[in-house]
Structures are given as C-alpha cells and as structure tokens.
C-alpha cells in the first residue's frame, strides 16, 4: 500500500531557529500534499495544502512566512517553521491523497521549542 | 456549513465488550465520503473504515463496523470484542464532494479498553 514518510519524528529547538519537516510519499507521486497541526488532546487542523511546482494555499489564520511550504518534487513536501518560538510547540502531521484511497499519513512531527 | 460531530469525549469500556463511536455529521452535498481514523499514543493515524454516501450496505473492515444511518445523518463506528489495544483517539472525518481530498475532522473521542 501508499507509504507516507515523515522526518524527524520529534525534534527540540531552540527559541529562534528554524525547524525542517519533511513528508516523502514512497511508492507513488503526490501532486498534493497536506499539513496539519495538532495541539494536545485536540482534532487536526488543517495549515496547508502543498502543491507540487506551485506555490502552496494557506488555511485562514495560519502565517505562510512563519511555516514555509515547499514541493519541489512529486515525492517531497517540506515544511519549515522559521524563527521558532515555544507557541510553535505542537504535533505536526502531513497527508496525501493516493488515488480513490483514503488519505495515507506519515507518523508525525512532535516539535518542541525551549 | 459543513460539520463532523462527535459527542464523546472520552469513553470507558470493558475488554472484551463492543463499543460504538457516536458520528454525526453535517452537508448538503449529495455525495460525501466518511472515514473513521484511529490514533494511538504515538501520534500516527491509521485509516480504519470508509463509508460512501451512495453505498447501500454499511462498511464493515474485520472488528470494525460502520452504522451509517443517511437520513439521519450519522456514522457510528462500532468496534466488536474490543482489545486493550484499541486504546486510543478515534477520529470520525469528511470528504465533502469536490474537496481535493481535504477532510473535514470532527474533535474525536478518547477511548479507554479497561482490562
């Protein structure tokens, strides 16, 4: 089945730098990528839609040169958190769509900001 | 607007016992896909179940089954002889005609197994 790779899996930082998650899809090419952030016993909630080769859209409220997207290829989304401050704490998880399938995950990001 | 409810925080049921997940959700779209995700501890999000609006029969998937009820709006999620293992957040969510695969997630309920 569609495999859906994230890295790191959990990362510590410091207060100001920057943070790079990347979400590879294995076995088959996702045009579309998702971004979710999950705050602690809380439901997903949706930062982002990656598309590859264009830029990517933005849900309302999130700030899109705080979490840069990038989806240079048709395996590979990144998203960097830039100037990183302890509210940036979170879960973060990325999708993609794989045909008529459901949306396969990777394992998610557990960022922390001291 | 459209909207996925879940009613149950959290909930507490003996091994062995079934459970049912409460899912109601809210559209107008005539056709819409429902999906129930569970997620362990460990953060990752594992697809359990899928209903499809037009589907006649209701979805089952080995010890999970999906009461979908249309004119009721609802999608419980019923798991039989349930195991320690299924401790975790179950997540009810929506794919709404025309999404481009975007879900729309309801708040999920905790799920306890007590041995």
């Known amino acids: 089945g569609a495999v859906v790779s994230q890295h790191p899996s959990r990362v510590i930082c410091k207060s100001g730098t920057s943070v790079k998650i990347e979400c590879r899809s294995l076995?088959?090419?996702?045009?579309?990528m998702f971004w979710y952030r999950q705050f602690p016993k809380q439901s997903l909630m949706l930062m982002a839609t990656?598309?590859?080769?264009?830029?990517?859209?933005?849900e309302q409220g999130v700030e899109k040169d705080k979490f840069l997207i990038n989806h240079a290829s048709l395996t590979l989304s990144t998203l960097t958190v830039t100037s990183a401050h302890p509210e940036d704490s979170s879960f973060y998880i990325c999708?993609?769509?794989?045909?008529?399938?459901?949306?396969?995950f990777g394992n998610g990001t557990r960022l922390t900001v001291t | 607007a459209q909207k996925i409810t879940q009613t149950q925080p959290g909930m507490f049921v003996q091994e062995k016992e079934a459970v049912t997940l409460d899912c109601t959700y809210d559209?107008?779209?005539?056709?819409?896909?429902l999906f129930w995700y569970k997620q362990p501890s460990s953060g990752e999000m594992i697809f359990l179940i899928y209903?499809?609006?037009?589907d006649q029969q209701n979805a089952t998937e080995g010890r999970y089954s999906l009461n979908f009820q249309k004119a009721r709006k609802s999608a419980n999620l019923v798991i039989s002889a349930s195991q320690l293992g299924d401790s975790a957040m179950y997540f009810c969510?929506?794919?709404?005609?025309?999404?481009?695969?975007?879900?729309?997630w309801g708040a999920g309920t905790k799920l306890i197994i007590k041995p």
């Open positions: 999708s993609a769509p794989w045909g008529n399938t459901p949306l396969h």
């Open positions: 076995d088959f090419q996702a045009t579309t």
């Open positions: 990656s598309n590859e080769g264009s830029k990517a859209t933005y």
């Open positions: 559209t107008s779209d005539p056709s819409y896909g």
């Open positions: 209903q499809g609006s037009y």
């Open positions: 969510a929506m794919r709404p005609m025309d999404s481009n695969y975007q879900l729309i």
